[in-house]
């Protein structure tokens, strides 16, 4: 189920970093449903705020569930490129408390406590000609956020992204690839 998108102001002046220690909300503006178990997240600041973070980073939901309150982290598949909003990805995953709720729960309009961004995992933190992205499954996500940065910079990169998953079931977040993919499909594989 796709809904409408969230339109930033984009001539307004440039928004204030998001803090999670300020304004620990976020709104969900968007659901995109990727394949039958994964769907993408999209997610705003109450109000506005540019979002900083490293493409590879996570942040942690802060939710209630069942009169429980149940923290997750999520790599953020969005890129920092495009400041507006952030997107998590989610498989759901059998049994899950948090990937389950979110799937059947949670709605355009709702709010979710987060902090963050945190973590290491990012090519940013070493900046190279050449990079060797390897995933499997959902772990795709923080290397596509890296893919999609680099891409938006205007990187002359070489970059070799391998990823492993399910047929059918489990596609590659962002269905639309960077201007410029080549396609080796004896490998099952796109060079970006």
Aim: glycine share 8%; charged share 20%; hydrophobic share 35%.
């Amino acid at each position: 189920m796709s809904t409408p998108l969230h339109a930033p102001d984009l001539a307004a002046p440039a928004s204030q970093p998001w803090s999670a220690d300020q304004d620990e909300t976020l709104r969900c503006v968007q659901i995109r449903k990727e394949t039958v178990d994964v769907k993408t997240f999209i997610l705003a600041a109450k109000g506005p705020r540019s979002f900083r973070y490293l493409p590879g980073q996570f942040i942690t939901l802060e939710l209630q569930i069942n009169g429980r309150s149940v923290n997750r982290c999520y790599t953020l598949s969005s890129t920092p490129t495009r400041p507006d909003l952030v997107s998590i990805t989610v498989k759901r995953v059998p049994g899950g408390v948090v990937s389950n709720w979110l799937h059947e729960h949670l709605r355009v309009g709702m709010d979710l406590g987060a902090m963050g961004p945190s973590g290491d995992f990012s090519c940013f933190k070493a900046p190279a000609q050449r990079y060797l992205f390897l995933s499997g499954g959902s772990g795709v996500t923080p290397l596509m956020s890296m893919t999609r940065a680099l891409h938006d910079l205007g990187s002359d990169a070489d970059i070799v992204f391998v990823h492993c998953a399910q047929p059918c079931r489990c596609a590659v977040p962002g269905r639309a690839e960077p201007d410029g993919a080549q396609h080796d499909t004896t490998a099952a594989g796109h060079r970006v």
